[in-house]
């Protein structure tokens, strides 16, 4: 048999099922419209659901918060275009609200008349990988101490302080691998504990935005509402209806 003839017969479903034998990869499938078309266990498991027949057809906005959505759905669209994107780091969401480095691969899906119909992508959990690249060494001590002082005022100039290089080098590399300033990285981070405290507790908002690093809950509002498109009020009703 040909390798032609051998792919044809192993056939598509058979060939992304190996995916569901790769306990740290999540792997999908979209359509052009961003919507899922297939995807593994292990992305079926960073969801709210537990079937495939309940995710096919939704979009990221579904299962993640608002603004990782719309980095998902913005690569998607580049990736319509024809890019692809290999081996890029990313700080990712953990279904229990927790910041994890992934690395993700996407690429378009074509016809037999080259035309773009979808694509595809995997990311990988980088949690127990031994070492990270050197570079990245510098950004994962500021990360690990946002996370843990998150709460407290932090400045840019201790951040690079810590990491031993100066505040324009540590800039460049969250640019490089996040896509985003450190100070907008510790915002985003703030505001996601804050998210988890409004569907999780029952503290009131004034007091979750104190918890969470921000001074005035005037500033956390407007702060919330350009992020998740939407109020802190609103998430937590929503959030309750849903009980």
Request: charge should be neutral; aromatic fraction near 12%.
């Amino acid at each position: 048999m040909s390798k032609i003839g051998l792919l044809e017969a192993i056939g598509v479903s058979q060939a992304i099922s190996i995916f569901e034998l790769l306990p740290d990869i999540r792997f999908w499938i979209k359509n052009t419209q961003s919507q899922i078309i297939y995807a593994n266990k292990v992305y079926l498991e960073s969801t709210p659901f537990f079937h495939l027949e309940q995710i096919q057809g939704k979009t990221d906005y579904d299962f993640f918060p608002h603004y990782l959505a719309n980095q998902y759905i913005v690569d998607d669209m580049k990736v319509m275009k024809g890019e692809v994107v290999i081996d890029r780091l990313e700080m990712n969401v953990l279904k229990n609200g927790d910041l994890a480095w992934f690395s993700t691969t996407k690429r378009p899906l074509f016809d037999e008349n080259k035309m773009i119909i979808g694509s595809m992508g995997f990311t990988r959990n980088l949690a127990h990988q031994s070492q990270l690249d050197y570079e990245v060494q510098h950004i994962k001590v500021p990360v690990e101490y946002m996370q843990q002082h998150f709460k407290s005022a932090i400045s840019i100039q201790s951040l690079a302080e810590l990491s031993h290089i100066s505040v324009s080098a540590l800039e460049r590399r969250f640019k490089k691998y996040l896509g985003k300033t450190p100070k907008q990285f510790l915002n985003e981070l703030r505001l996601e504990r804050a998210r988890r405290y409004l569907i999780e507790t029952d503290l009131p908002i004034a007091d979750i935005a104190h918890e969470c690093g921000f001074a005035e809950p005037s500033y956390f509002t407007k702060q919330f509402k350009a992020l998740f498109g939407e109020l802190p009020s609103t998430t937590r009703t929503m959030m309750l209806s849903k009980l």
